[in-house]
């Protein structure tokens, strides 16, 4: 074999002492899972996003739509207000729906979350939220002032919403904001 001798030296010596493009090798084997952590990330994140945006329409929806005397189409207005001013490109093509049966009020609002992976067309987001209704009530229970009680009018308007990510899921007891009383009682 010719070089016979160098060849040899050359494999087992200064070929495996040498480090140089080890680095290179090193990139780009390394590069595309960093890459790909990265855009997981961002997605994630535009997700939570626009996940956050539509929970805040439907808990505007809903404020709007619990009022007393007020329908489930005042806080359909109000939630695609919200939606309007705040989803931008982050929350696309998203719906409103809200509906009552006389005790409570559910708002929904469904979109479809920005990607940045091209040919995903998105993740679909969506966020409800619900809440009894205000409203008149004659009922005394449990109040102990005669007055009141003769009187036989009070107003009963129901708790807010629980702050946090599953609020307004579940109903909270009527609580007693003021007692109106009659001119002659």
């Not at 990330?41 to 709007?64: D, F, H, K, N, P």
């Not at 040919?119 to 205000?134: D, F, M, R, W, Y």
Request: glycine share 12%.
């Amino acid at each position: 074999m010719p070089g016979g001798p160098r060849i040899r030296a050359w494999w087992h010596g200064r070929r495996w002492g040498d480090d140089r493009g080890d680095a290179s090798v090193q990139m780009a084997i390394v590069f595309p899972f960093i890459l790909l952590t990265t855009i997981a990330v961002i997605q994630a994140s535009m997700w939570y996003y626009a996940r956050e945006i539509a929970l805040t329409a439907a808990r505007e929806g809903l404020t709007a739509a619990r009022a007393y005397q007020a329908s489930p189409a005042d806080g359909t207005a109000r939630a695609q207000d919200v939606l309007a001013r705040s989803a931008g490109d982050s929350l696309r093509g998203y719906g409103v729906l809200a509906s009552s049966d006389g005790q409570r009020v559910r708002v929904r609002v469904s979109g479809t979350a920005l990607s940045m992976i091209p040919g995903l067309s998105g993740l679909k987001i969506t966020q409800s939220a619900s809440g009894p209704v205000e409203r008149w009530t004659t009922e005394a229970r449990g109040f102990t002032n005669s007055e009141a009680f003769e009187a036989g009018i009070r107003r009963s308007v129901t708790a807010p919403c629980r702050p946090g990510p599953y609020a307004c899921q579940g109903s909270r007891p009527l609580r007693e904001l003021a007692t109106v009383q009659t001119a002659g009682g």
